[in-house]
């Protein structure tokens, strides 16, 4: 069955950086769009889009973070990554990656918080 396993997570000041992995299993992988989305804190069960990666390695993020985040892959590894740069404190978040915009199909997730 399909299984996303994110890591990566942390506390960071704001400003600072970090990068998500997730290792995928279950499925072609290079033969998959993959996405991460984000649960902030005290949004409900809603969940926001943040980045994709397409099966040739074209990439789209959202205005949020574009220009901050970066997502990329290694088919090789069956693992998507985001990069993630000049963090701020609305990046505050429970990051999955997923099958879909949607986030229907996803990982178990990774807390991100950025605070001083």
């Known amino acids: 069955q399909v299984q996303l396993v994110e890591s990566g997570g942390g506390l960071v000041q704001p400003g600072g950086s970090l990068r998500l992995s997730c290792k995928a299993s279950?499925?072609?992988?290079?033969?998959?769009?993959m996405h991460w989305v984000r649960q902030a804190p005290g949004k409900g069960l809603g969940l926001e889009w943040v980045s994709a990666i397409d099966t040739n390695g074209n990439t789209n993020h959202a205005d949020s973070v574009k220009g901050r985040f970066t997502i990329s892959r290694d088919n090789l590894k069956n693992t998507v990554y985001l990069s993630m740069n000049n963090l701020k404190s609305e990046d505050t978040a429970v990051y999955y990656c997923a099958r879909d915009v949607w986030g229907n199909v996803r990982g178990q997730g990774t807390q991100v918080t950025v605070s001083s």
């Open positions: 279950g499925f072609t992988f290079s033969q998959a769009w």
